[in-house]
């Protein structure tokens, strides 16, 4: 299909979408309906539902069945509209259900499965123009790819409107052998469709309306016209585990392009996993093995060493997250350093030039500019102010079996290792506390605060401790 370099519609024809989601997805052995199956972070349908928007298709009709509601929740309830097809009888069966939503409709119908997601909103104008140029009743799109296996085979008769879908199930010797595969993305002209969908019959081996006869239909009418993908893993559908994997890797592929174009940089793309939500500023560089997950956004020039899982986090510019960093809902301030091997979790937000070394974990916690936790740390339920030091082996006592409770931190405090906070305390501003305290009471600002804990020593105790030992160990 060739790719229009004029995408202005002057002939403002109406344009309707129908996304078939009703099927359960036999074949991918789950639970969960198929087109709710994640992909980039996002389930199947929200992929087609996402490239369909920007076609501005009114009505926009999802056909539902299998757990309609788990689907009709992901579809942002009410955001699109929804038909039930509560038994499912095929994809021609499908269309049916949505007749009474295109009642009156006059133009153009994008019919489109949920379960192909790679499908770009580009490809679908395409679609629609081609079909319009043809003047046709219905447009198929078609891709040729590498195995056909499951896949509606396009048969071409002698002539270039003549054509007709045949499905893996039925078809011959001959036709199994076609590598031109249905992509299950049409354009109909709305009075066709509503005309001849009756025509169905299940008189096939799944004993199911095929909306794919439809072709055959219109081609006796001389009104069948067919596009080809010029890359034919955009039709690729997901019917089993592995073709998930399949579009998945292609979709990161695609996204990582996007973002290396965009001027990030990536040292190993295949071991990196985006969401189609995370957004990344120029110059950053991305070390092998970060997934970024969710709404992570990473600001321009930062550095991601690697082996990083960072989900809804918030990366301010010129940060650097060292390797084996885990971070949820977490926001990291502009500068900062984190890890390696740290854990931020839900509510975790660290100021500028903020330092978190090595196995300290913080939770619901605010971080002041260029205060420091370097190792080995819990800081949860708490506000730490700016420049202070957190010592080694700090932690914070916030829940009394019961309750969560808080710890304040003032600015300019020092606290030494291995210090037990325990909350709900506050350490006034400039406060120093000595290495293994027990903090249980507020300490004023400017304080110096230590447990009573006198060294004792006994001179000479080591080398009467090893005589007494010596004999013991002969027998
Ligand atoms: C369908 C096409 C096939 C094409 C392939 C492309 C038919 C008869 N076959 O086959 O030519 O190559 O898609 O991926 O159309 N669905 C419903 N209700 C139903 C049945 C299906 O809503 O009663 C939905 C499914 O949820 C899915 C889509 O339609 O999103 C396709 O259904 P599926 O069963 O996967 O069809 P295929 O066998 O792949
Ligand atoms: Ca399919």
């Known amino acids: 299909?060739?790719?229009?370099?004029?995408?202005?519609?002057?002939?403002?024809?109406?344009?309707?979408?129908?996304?078939?989601?009703?099927?359960?997805?036999?074949?991918?052995?789950?639970?969960?309906?198929?087109?709710?199956?994640?992909?980039?972070?996002?389930?199947?349908?929200?992929?087609?539902?996402?490239?369909?928007?920007?076609?501005?298709?009114?009505?926009?009709?999802?056909?539902?069945?299998?757990?309609?509601?788990?689907?009709?929740?992901?579809?942002?309830?009410?955001?699109?509209?929804?038909?039930?097809?509560?038994?499912?009888?095929?994809t021609g069966h499908a269309v049916m259900q949505a007749r009474p939503s295109l009642d009156g409709f006059e133009g153009d119908v994008l019919v489109l499965c949920g379960d192909v997601p790679l499908l770009r909103s580009e490809t679908m104008q395409e679609l629609v123009l081609e079909h319009r140029r043809a003047g046709a009743k219905v447009t198929v799109l078609s891709a040729k790819v590498e195995d056909p296996t499951g896949y509606g085979r396009i048969v071409r008769g002698k002539s270039d409107g003549e054509l007709r879908i045949v499905e893996d199930a039925d078809a011959t010797d001959d036709e199994v052998m076609i590598d031109e595969i249905n992509t299950g993305t049409y354009c109909f002209d709305a009075q066709f469709l509503a005309a001849e969908l009756d025509r169905l019959g299940r008189d096939n081996a799944q004993g199911e309306y095929y909306l794919t006869d439809l072709i055959e239909i219109a081609s006796?009418?001389?009104?069948?016209?067919?596009?080809?993908?010029?890359?034919?893993?955009?039709?690729?559908?997901?019917?089993?585990?592995?073709?998930?994997?399949?579009?998945?890797?292609?979709?990161?592929?695609?996204?990582?392009?996007?973002?290396?174009?965009?001027?990030?940089?990536?040292?190993?793309?295949?071991?990196?996993?985006?969401?189609?939500?995370?957004?990344?500023?120029?110059?950053?560089?991305?070390?092998?093995?970060?997934?970024?997950?969710?709404?992570?956004?990473?600001?321009?020039g930062c550095v991601l060493e690697g082996a990083s899982f960072l989900r809804n986090t918030r990366v301010g510019d010129g940060a650097l997250v060292r390797w084996g960093v885990v971070a949820d809902d977490a926001v990291i301030g502009e500068g900062a350093k984190v890890g390696p091997y740290a854990h931020l979790r839900p509510q975790a937000e660290l100021g500028a030039d903020v330092h978190i070394g090595n196995f300290v974990e913080v939770k619901k916690s605010t971080i002041g500019a260029r205060s420091k936790a370097n190792h080995l740390a819990y800081i949860g339920d708490s506000t730490v102010g700016e420049d202070a030091n957190i010592g080694a082996g700090t932690i914070t006592c916030n829940y009394d079996g019961f309750r969560k409770h808080r710890t304040v931190i003032g600015d300019r405090v020092q606290i030494g290792s291995d210090t037990q906070l325990v909350a709900p305390v506050t350490v006034g501003a400039d406060s120093y506390i000595a290495a293994g305290s027990t903090i249980t009471r507020d300490v004023e600002p400017g304080s110096l605060a230590f447990n009573d804990k006198p060294q004792r020593v006994r001179g000479g105790w080591v080398e009467s401790f090893r005589s007494r030992q010596a004999p013991k160990e002969k027998k």
């Open 1 to 90: 299909m060739a790719k229009s370099t004029k995408s202005s519609n002057k002939r403002a024809r109406p344009l309707a979408a129908v996304i078939l989601a009703a099927g359960q997805g036999k074949r991918m052995r789950s639970a969960r309906p198929k087109v709710l199956h994640d992909v980039a972070g996002r389930p199947l349908i929200s992929h087609v539902l996402g490239s369909v928007a920007a076609l501005g298709a009114s009505p926009t009709v999802v056909v539902v069945g299998h757990q309609a509601d788990a689907v009709r929740a992901a579809v942002g309830n009410g955001k699109v509209a929804t038909v039930l097809q509560s038994e499912q009888l095929g």
């Open 220 to 300: 006796l009418q001389g009104a069948a016209a067919c596009a080809t993908l010029e890359e034919g893993e955009e039709g690729l559908g997901v019917n089993s585990r592995a073709d998930l994997a399949r579009v998945e890797s292609l979709l990161q592929e695609r996204l990582i392009l996007e973002w290396m174009d965009q001027g990030v940089t990536f040292l190993d793309p295949p071991s990196t996993m985006l969401s189609v939500d995370v957004r990344i500023g120029p110059d950053s560089v991305i070390g092998p093995s970060v997934r970024l997950a969710g709404a992570t956004i990473i600001g321009a």
